[in-house]
């Protein structure tokens, strides 16, 4: 059973993108101090390599899903830099198996890592939101994975 339905999860998303910028320092504020560690992953990408864009996309990413959460009623365990290293190199590890494979293998690679995720609809919104943006298998100035800082936030 999933944390966040679709409908908390669309919810969260127009709250959001709804929200003024004095509303999103707030949340990102209150993320600061309730999910340290997972906050300043967002904001160490830029040591990485990835671009102010890249890292506005994830921090809008990890905004939504403590939004949902938090909405959820649900609690959120702090997240550990050593639970953040576990995620990221199973997650690395799949984006490296789909970035040879041809187009529609790659889509039913995705469809699959998706469909046997817990939380499937946040990272079919990772992924959509990384394809949006040309960035699926893309990789920022040290070889990591640019989008994986924002795919184990889902």
């Not at 890292?55 to 905004?63: A, G, R």
């Not at 290293?85 to 041809?102: G, H, P, Q, Y």
Request: net charge negative; charged share 25%; with cysteine.
């Amino acid at each position: 059973m999933t944390s966040i339905s679709n409908r908390l999860l669309v919810d969260a998303v127009l709250c959001v993108e709804r929200m003024a910028f004095k509303e999103r320092e707030r949340l990102a504020e209150e993320i600061h101090d309730r999910q340290p560690d997972l906050f300043f992953s967002v904001l160490a990408l830029r040591l990485h390599g990835a671009t102010l864009e890249q890292i506005e996309m994830v921090l809008n990413l990890l905004l939504v899903f403590y939004k949902a959460m938090k909405t959820s009623g649900k609690a959120w365990p702090v997240i550990s830099e050593v639970v953040q290293e576990r995620c990221l190199k199973r997650i690395s590890a799949r984006v490296r198996f789909i970035e040879d494979l041809t187009p529609q293998q790659q889509a039913q690679a995705i469809s699959d890592f998706i469909a046997d995720h817990p939380e499937q609809q946040l990272l079919a919104y990772v992924f959509g939101k990384f394809g949006e943006q040309g960035l699926l298998g893309h990789r920022i100035r040290d070889g990591k994975d640019a989008y994986a800082g924002g795919a184990e936030l889902g």
